[in-house]
């Protein structure tokens, strides 16, 4: 079994040298999708199933998908930085012990669930009424040497959304 392709399932993200408007409509098609399609996927999944890891020396399905309500709250939250303040520094986070929290742990996914319906829905009509400067606004991540467009951020978090929705299918497939 080969442990990248588990980890990458669609690959890593790669930027495009020039970020166009049908990448960025593409990437927002994605966001707003996002949340349906991964509900329909796990919400019925029963509880043997969530205590399953995606990959082997993987999170569990559950702690997946409370790692992506995390996620893109922080997804969300850098977005209003980036449009309220100049290249503001954001802050990372461990997300290897966030998953470890009990909240990620033994919560009921239909939270999480509704927390990345509810985000999306709020970032998406945001991102829609971006103005053409407003796309090139930057935040600095600690673990990167350049600045991030929001142009740039609003593709890695669509490529998030299908990198994880690919773990969990393709961990359920590999169930069956």
């Known amino acids: 079994m080969n442990i ?49 890891p995606y990959r082997p020396e993987g999170w569990t399905i559950r702690q997946l998908i409370h790692h992506i309500a995390d996620s893109h709250h922080h997804s969300y939250t850098r977005l209003k930085w980036t449009l309220t303040e100049d290249t503001p520094a954001i802050k990372g986070y461990n997300e290897k012990d966030w998953a470890a929290l009990g909240d990620s742990t033994t919560m009921p ?36 040497e350049e600045p991030t467009t929001l142009k740039e951020h609003t593709l890695i978090y669509a490529w998030h959304s299908m990198h994880h929705f ?3 299918k393709n961990a359920l497939d590999r169930m069956d």
Not at 4 to 9: D, G, H, V
Not at 35 to 51: C, G, V, Y
Not at 109 to 116: G, N, Q, R, Y
């Open 4 to 52: 990248e392709a588990l980890q990458y399932p669609i690959g890593t993200f790669k930027k495009p040298e020039n970020i166009s408007e049908k990448d960025i409509q593409e990437a927002i098609t994605i966001l707003e999708i996002f949340p349906e399609q991964l509900r329909l996927l796990t919400a019925h999944l029963p509880e043997d199933t969530l205590k399953q």
């Open 109 to 144: 996914i239909a939270w999480s669930l509704t927390h990345v319906e509810a985000l999306h829905y709020k970032m998406t009509y945001l991102l829609k009424s971006l103005t053409t400067e407003q796309w090139e606004r930057t935040y600095q991540h600690p673990d990167k």
């Open 166 to 168: 690919a773990h969990i």
